[in-house]
């Protein structure tokens, strides 16, 4: 009976050992590199997107994500004769600064609280589109050239789980609001069209971004996958 209280007390000073080496070499890595799964994939505005975090005290990070995309760098899910999200002179840049708190230690997964800020020009020139102006109504045109602004704020819950000691596997989810202004210049061949009676609001925002023009402030939802390395 002594010998073996004896091996369970051995194997759990080894066990808090280990734990504890793991915990502090996870502590001494202060900076993580983000690379995006989802943002050159499984989006309507493709693009590549990098990130940088650093933990500047105990439980605080602070982070940056920036990203850019075009037509000629496009591998996503739209791509192919029949898309109509984006077009040869597509150009979209993005930039989100983010504060993060860390509310456990563990040092098999990281769980974060965050808050970020983002901002998104998205360009191009649209072919045989339409658009409208928010009345029951709505224009045809040949060509036209279009710019998105997007900008808003997250609260985003964000895990990390680690596959080796420094590299691992980040997801992201959040709510927050968003402010998307877009406009369309240079219209050529404008029809105007009825669209009485035609009710297609889109709470979020999401589909409708490349035909409603001017201003509009409405709930945003964010979720990401992100692979993750840790230095």
Excluded at 51 to 72: L, T
Excluded at 117 to 131: E, L, P, S, V
Aim: hydrophobic fraction near 35%; charged fraction near 25%; charge should be positive.
């Amino acid at each position: 009976m002594k010998c073996k209280l004896l091996l369970l007390v051995i194997m759990l000073t080894a066990f808090i050992k280990v734990e504890g080496q793991d915990t502090l070499q996870h502590e001494n890595l202060k900076s993580v590199v983000t690379l995006s799964l989802l943002s050159p994939t499984i989006t309507y505005a493709p693009r590549y997107n990098a990130g940088y975090m650093y933990r500047f005290a105990n439980r605080w990070w602070a982070g940056i994500e920036a990203g850019y995309g075009n037509d000629a760098t496009a591998i996503n899910m739209t791509q192919g004769a029949d898309n109509e999200f984006f077009f040869d002179r597509y150009k979209l840049f993005e930039i989100r600064p983010e504060i993060f708190y860390s509310l456990r230690n563990n040092p098999k997964i990281k769980h974060l609280v965050s808050a970020e800020y983002f901002y998104i020009r998205h360009t191009d020139t649209q072919i045989k589109n339409i658009y409208n102006t928010g009345g029951p109504f709505e224009y045809r045109f040949e060509s036209a050239d279009y710019k998105r602004i997007k900008t808003g704020i997250n609260i985003n819950y964000t895990l990390l789980f680690y596959f080796t000691e420094k590299f691992g596997l980040l997801t992201k989810t959040g709510f927050g609001i968003k402010r998307r202004d877009v406009s369309y210049t240079n219209v050529k061949n404008p029809v105007y069209i009825d669209t009485s009676g035609n009710d297609d609001e889109d709470w979020f925002g999401i589909y409708n971004y490349l035909e409603d023009a001017g201003t509009k402030t409405n709930a945003n939802f964010n979720f990401d996958l992100k692979l993750f390395y840790r230095f």
